[in-house]
């Protein structure tokens, strides 16, 4: 079946650095895919979304990288900020939402 | 405006109990979603209404599990005879248009712990 790959590593990174968060997906087939930010105690935020007939979309501060050849999705966020500090999921948008695990990042000051 | 909102925040059942869990979406969305997550994991999706009907129930992992929209807003997942591992955040996504590739507003979620 379809999956969304993301073991759980925990990022960290000095404030003002950079960041860069992975996510492998399995189905060649997906054409829409969302970045999300969930902070203790909250339901997952949208950041940045790409579609298929794109590899590369920038935001305020982020920018999601995809590579279709391998089935590879980055979201890279520019100067770090504490508030930064959240675990990070990949989603696949089908007929549903299918998350990978999410990867912890914090922010050390 | 407000968001979606979700209670009980937190419920802890004893093991063969049964559990409601209710959700709010934001007023006027079509779309009403259920996920399930499990500590240190993401979401996985239980359950999709357009309106009040349920088109998609295929992610609900047992038929101790049931959700219901009867007015096509306000939606309730009861969870029969809690079971440990439906220990889990359910969280409830709300969207605008009757699509997952509209964008999904989820709420704070539901702590259950089963003891």
């Known amino acids: 079946g379809e999956s969304v790959g993301l073991h759980l590593p925990t990022l960290s990174v000095q404030e003002g650095d950079n960041s860069i968060i992975n996510c492998a997906y399995s189905n060649s087939a997906s054409d829409y895919f969302i970045w999300y930010k969930q902070e203790s105690g909250k339901g997952p935020q949208f950041i940045i979304d790409?579609?298929?007939?794109?590899d590369k979309r920038q935001g305020q501060r982020v920018t999601v990288l995809l590579n279709k050849t391998v089935k590879h999705l980055s979201l890279q966020i520019a100067a770090t900020q504490p508030g930064d500090s959240a675990v990070y999921f990949c989603?696949?948008?089908?007929?549903?939402?299918?998350f990978g695990a999410g990867t912890i990042l914090r922010v050390k000051s | 405006g407000a968001g979606v909102s979700q209670s009980p925040r937190y419920k802890v059942a004893k093991r063969g109990q049964d559990v409601a869990l209710r959700c709010d979406p934001i007023?006027?969305?079509?779309?009403l979603f259920w996920y399930q997550q499990a500590l240190g994991q993401g979401p996985e999706f239980l359950t999709y209404?357009?309106?009040?009907?349920?088109?998609?129930k295929s992610g609900l992992p047992s038929d101790r599990f049931f959700a219901e929209r009867p007015e096509g807003s306000v939606s309730t997942l009861k969870i029969q005879r809690t079971q440990q591992e439906d220990s889990a955040v359910y969280l409830c996504a709300s969207s605008l248009l009757g699509s997952s590739y509209n964008e999904q507003f989820f709420g704070p979620g539901t702590r259950l712990t089963v003891l």
């Open positions: 209404f357009q309106n009040e009907a349920q088109l998609d």
């Open positions: 989603a696949e948008v089908g007929n549903k939402l299918v």
């Open positions: 790409i579609r298929s007939n794109m």
């Open positions: 007023s006027g969305h079509v779309s």
